[in-house]
């Protein structure tokens, strides 16, 4: 998830023609669904609490939330 929200934040800043507003739209919902599922789902809460993932998720939602700002 890290290289793919700094690939697309060099798109972004690059104001590449190749990253749309409509792509860039539904990766931001994509990421939403992403970060409701990773705080919701059963698996994903029991992947959260062990400690050998617990830091791999934190950096996942991290890295998405770069989408909003």
Same mark, same amino acid.
């Given at each position: 998830? +890290?290289?793919?929200t700094?690939? &697309?934040?060099? =798109?972004?800043?690059?104001?590449?023609?190749?990253?749309?507003? $409509?792509?860039?739209?539904?990766?931001? +919902?994509?990421?939403?669904?992403? &970060?409701?599922? =990773?705080?919701?789902?059963?698996?994903?809460?029991?992947e959260? $609490?062990?400690?050998?993932?617990?830091?791999?998720l934190?950096?996942?939602?991290?890295?998405?939330?770069?989408?909003?700002?």
């Amino acid at each position: 998830m +890290a290289k793919v929200t700094t690939g &697309i934040l060099v =798109l972004r800043k690059g104001k590449s023609t190749l990253w749309t507003t $409509d792509l860039d739209n539904q990766m931001i +919902a994509w990421t939403r669904e992403y &970060i409701t599922w =990773l705080e919701t789902a059963e698996i994903a809460i029991e992947e959260r $609490d062990s400690t050998k993932y617990a830091l791999f998720l934190i950096i996942i939602s991290s890295c998405s939330v770069q989408f909003f700002f």
